[in-house]
């Protein structure tokens, strides 16, 4: 400790001592210099003061989380079954939709004569037994979204009953009205089964 009048100057060594020489780092006599301030942070830490390699103990939530992904996995697995049987489904109301489309074009192949009589009895019983039909495929379908559909092919056939009925009891039956009746029901029917061009 020096004192100079009234001021008092504290000096202390470098309580490390001086780099040596060839390692290019200061003076090797042992200067005074204050030692730079070396900050740690987790990049710049030395090898002891980081934290060891090993692996951490297994968490909590490890055994939860495997649980949730397996659960995960069945049920994906159950839904791309299910896909499955829902194209099974489908394809199963696409014949069924075929058979109604044959149906009625018989039916306006039968009725839709030119110059033919209309028999009131018979025509009668086919419209029941299309209606049987077509109550039966809507009550029979497995895939709920085709319900609908089927129930607009229904009233699309009472229409064209009723249409045709019109026609043929008074002797109005054209070529023209066949063709374009047919033409008519498989436009309908192709975009109920999704092959509208």
Do not use: W
Not at 6 to 28: A, F, M, Q, S
Not at 147 to 168: E, N, W
Not at 178 to 186: F, H, P
Request: charged letters at 25%; proline letters at 8%; glycine letters at 6%.
């Amino acid at each position: 400790m020096r004192s100079r009048g009234h001021t008092v100057e504290l000096t202390r060594p470098n309580p490390h001592p001086p780099p040596l020489p060839y390692e290019g780092r200061g003076d090797p006599a042992g200067s005074r210099q204050a030692m730079p301030l070396h900050v740690l942070t987790r990049g710049t830490e030395p090898a002891q003061d980081r934290e060891p390699n090993t692996p951490r103990p297994m968490n909590r939530n490890t055994p939860k989380n495997f649980v949730v992904r397996n659960v995960f996995l069945c049920a994906a697995a159950i839904v791309i079954t299910s896909c499955g049987t829902a194209t099974f489904t489908k394809t199963g109301s696409d014949a069924t939709i075929e058979s109604l489309r044959n149906f009625e074009l018989a039916f306006i192949d039968e009725f839709a004569v030119p110059g033919k009589k209309f028999n009131a009895a018979a025509f009668n019983a086919k419209v029941n037994e299309g209606n049987a039909k077509f109550q039966q495929a809507i009550a029979d379908e497995k895939f709920t979204a085709r319900r609908p559909v089927l129930v607009d092919l229904k009233a699309q056939f009472d229409a064209d009953a009723a249409h045709l009925r019109s026609k043929a009891s008074r002797g109005k039956i054209t070529p023209a009205l066949a063709t374009e009746m047919k033409k008519d029901v498989n436009k309908i029917y192709d975009h109920a089964l999704g092959r509208q061009t």
